[in-house]
């Protein structure tokens, strides 16, 4: 019998690492060095910042050690700090696993947020965090011969990572790629996508719905006509569709109708419908729901479910009673200051219902 | 004020010379939920860069101590080493650790600075500490009965605690108290006395027993054993700088949190004056239970600003560093109410402390009227 002896060095100097750093890890002070470290979460710094027309960036990004390779089409949250606190959005890597790094593409959608601030402020150099990249919107373990891929306005970023992935990749089938958008200044990418395209297993057309197409491009709006006439074997065709909703419901409606491949698509996520004072308020791990009162807290509402979350002082001091909200609006009871929340915890003695709720319960 | 109008608006505060209606209590907690509102609002980037930089600055002090420590068998170096890493707990455990497991900092949205997963440099685990400290004491503060830091299971600070004669020895174990004080509060949490009144069950104390022992073992390990070991020939230097900190970091978080609460006008109630109580009450009782200690901005940072303990308990989870914009502001409103404002320097405030301890081991009470007028 053949024993393994081996001496495990690097777990032991590991374990050796966290026992001097207790209560904290070793990464926490290495984050005095650099700030990338930590034991908790991705961090990440701006390695370049590429513009993309006047309303657009493309980050490419020095994620630390936790960082894993996302399969082309996944997305992230992003996390930046703006004024001190930290937001989140979601974002699709336009990179494609094999760049040497990750990178997003990001449109300005307003003044304020997330990706006003990564458009308009962010530099090299500076810091943000991912979470792992998650997401189905990817190819299926080997790639159908003929894809359609249909994108319009901010959809073309995870498209542009699957494309870029195939094509360097040995794959010998047919792609056809429609981008549908409003005007050249919009458009992302659009260096790169010009680049991929000079590949002859790649039939790119850009499609202009506002603007005057310039040598090669086309004008013209997507809908069944344009389709038929457009790709002619369109039906036969895997689909892959990422754009704003409207766009979306044609592309799925479509293919309920005429599809004969499989349809995968990317919804970004849309505005929940407002709620006035009080809502649904959905336990997520017990299953139940209940309708709670503007004027009723989240934990009385749980209470009132026949639940019994942990809580202290009910009365928003003690903090003991802080629970994830999975996706909802909530109102401060106390300063009546309404919120979207994704994934974030909050005291639920003293925050209402304003809206849907979902809470990890 | 006539029999009716009483009737409507009946006087529930008479302390001290102090009488205050009804009405008025609620006028003043609405005050002072104005302040807090105003604060809390104007929260952003100054005061992220505030903690962020103490972070990095306590954990720069760290590194440096420990190394300094490695050379222990210079004087100068086990000195400064010593003093560094003293420092560095005492920052912490204080200005970091403890106000970070108030939520002060949740608002960052930093999972390193979330009082949800933080952990400080103590015996004490954080899960106990915020059970202990953030409910039980914050919500009950100088509940006799109710508030566990009103002596600690062993002390008898307020008139309302019945003698008995071990209390005889409280002058003397006070200083034991005082340098092991992270073991008081970890082990404290334990309950023992209610552990023998039945209060609760042999299973529950086992489990606590257990979580406190897991990270005492961590603990002692890293300071006691592993940072010594590494210095090789130099252990017993390394080891005598570790337990000189933490000696340090437990006689200066005591007597902090003595000053915080037990001065000679820092008032006790009981249970029965607690039934109902509105919001305006318990701020009242926040107010009225506190004690601020005076100084300069390095001495507020040294304290965890529980020099200012009168503002950390009016508002537990504002940004520490806010509390002393918040304590002039207080104080205004507190003598508009014709309401104590309890405040001194460390070594009067200590000295009254002391005063309490020493005549409490005796049977019987304090002068009858404690409060100024």
């Known amino acids: 019998m053949h024993l393994e002896t081996r001496f495990d060095t690097a777990g032991w100097m590991r374990r050796l690492g966290k026992a001097l750093a207790t209560p904290f890890d070793p990464e926490d002070y290495l984050a005095l060095f650099d700030a990338r470290h930590s034991a908790r979460e991705i961090r990440a710094r701006v390695h370049r910042v590429r513009r993309e027309g006047d309303r657009a960036v493309t980050l490419e990004l020095a994620p630390n050690r936790l960082w894993r390779p996302h399969k082309a089409g996944q997305h992230v949250m992003l996390g930046v700090d703006i004024g001190g606190v930290r937001h989140q959005r979601c974002f699709s890597l336009s990179s494609a696993p094999s760049d040497p790094r990750p990178a997003i593409t990001v449109k300005r959608h307003g003044p304020g947020g997330v990706s006003d601030h990564l458009v308009n402020h962010c530099r090299e150099g500076d810091l943000v965090t991912l979470s792992p990249a998650t997401g189905d919107f990817v190819l299926p373990e080997a790639a159908p011969e003929r894809i359609l891929f249909l994108t319009a306005g901010s959809g073309v970023t995870p498209v542009h990572s699957i494309v870029k992935s195939l094509l360097a990749s040995n794959y010998e089938g047919q792609l056809v790629w429609a981008h549908f958008e409003r005007g050249y200044h919009q458009w992302l990418l659009g260096e790169s996508l010009r680049g991929l395209a000079l590949d002859d297993r790649l039939d790119f057309r850009l499609v202009l719905t506002g603007d005057t197409p310039r040598d090669g491009d086309q004008a013209g709006r997507l809908n069944e006509h344009w389709l038929t006439e457009q790709v002619p074997d369109a039906a036969g065709r895997t689909l892959f569709t990422c754009g704003p909703?409207?766009?979306?419901?044609?592309?799925i409606d479509w293919h309920r109708r005429h599809g004969l491949a499989p349809l995968f698509h990317e919804r970004f996520q849309s505005a929940p419908a407002s709620g006035g004072d009080g809502g649904r308020v959905r336990f997520a791990r017990s299953g139940g729901d209940v309708q709670a009162e503007g004027a009723q807290s989240l934990l009385e509402a749980a209470e009132a479910a026949g639940l019994r979350p942990k809580h202290g002082c009910r009365m928003g001091i003690c903090h003991t009673c802080k629970c994830r909200v999975t996706r909802g609006r909530v109102r401060d009871l106390q300063s009546g200051a309404r919120r979207e929340l994704a994934d974030q915890e909050i005291r639920i003695c003293v925050h209402g219902a304003d809206g849907d709720v979902e809470l990890d319960l | 004020m006539n029999a009716k109008v009483e009737e409507l608006d009946p006087i529930i505060l008479e302390r001290g010379g102090t009488r205050l209606t009804r009405s008025q209590v609620e006028a003043f907690g609405r005050e002072i939920d104005a302040l807090r509102e105003e604060i809390m609002n104007d929260l952003g980037e100054a005061d992220a860069r505030y903690i962020r930089r103490l972070v990095k600055t306590q954990k720069g002090m760290e590194l440096a101590g420990r190394g300094l420590l490695f050379l222990g068998v210079l004087p100068p170096a086990w000195l400064a080493g010593t003093a560094l890493l003293s420092v560095s707990k005492i920052l912490e455990n204080m200005e970091i650790g403890h106000n970070v497991m108030h939520a002060q900092w949740d608002w960052l949205n930093d999972p390193a600075l979330d009082s949800s997963t933080y952990d400080w440099d103590n015996t004490c685990p954080a899960e106990q500490w915020k059970h202990s400290h953030n409910y039980m004491h914050h919500t009950f503060t100088n509940v006799v009965g109710k508030d566990r830091d009103v002596g600690y299971g062993i002390m008898r600070l307020s008139d309302e605690q019945r003698w008995n004669p071990l209390y005889l020895f409280q002058p003397a174990y006070n200083w034991v108290l005082a340098a092991l004080f992270q073991w008081g509060v970890a082990f404290h949490d334990l309950e023992y006395e209610k552990l023998l009144k039945g209060e609760k069950s042999w299973a529950e104390y086992r489990v606590q027993r257990r979580k406190i022992m897991k990270k005492v073992r961590k603990q002692v390990?890293?300071?006691?054993?592993?940072?010594?070991?590494?210095?090789?020939?130099?252990?017993?230097?390394?080891?005598?700088?570790?337990?000189?900190?933490?000696?340090?970091?437990?006689?200066?978080?005591y007597?902090?949190?003595?000053?915080?609460?037990?001065?000679?006008?820092?008032?006790?109630?009981?249970?029965?004056?607690?039934v109902g109580e509105t919001r305006g009450q318990w701020y009242l009782r926040q107010l009225l239970g506190s004690s601020n200690l005076e100084g300069g901005p390095l001495f507020h940072i040294m304290s965890g600003n529980l020099s200012h303990q009168i503002e950390h308990h009016l508002f537990p989870d504002m940004?520490?560093?806010?509390?002393?914009?918040?304590?002039?502001?207080?104080?205004?409103?507190?003598?508009?109410?014709g309401l104590h404002y309890n405040t001194g320097r460390l070594s009067r405030q200590f000295g009254t402390v002391l005063k309490r301890i020493h005549r409490l081991a005796l049977p019987g009470r304090r002068r009858a009227n404690s409060a100024p007028v």
Request: negative net charge.
């Open chain 1, 245 to 251: 909703e409207g766009f979306l419901d044609t592309v």
């Open chain 2, 221 to 253: 390990l890293k300071d006691y054993l592993l940072f010594p070991a590494l210095a090789g020939p130099f252990f017993p230097f390394v080891f005598a700088g570790n337990l000189s900190a933490n000696l340090a970091r437990n006689l200066w978080a």
């Open chain 2, 255 to 274: 007597l902090i949190i003595f000053c915080g609460h037990f001065t000679e006008h820092a008032e006790m109630f009981t249970e029965e004056e607690i």
């Open chain 2, 319 to 337: 940004p520490s560093n806010r509390y002393r914009q918040a304590a002039p502001r207080v104080r205004a409103i507190a003598e508009r109410y």
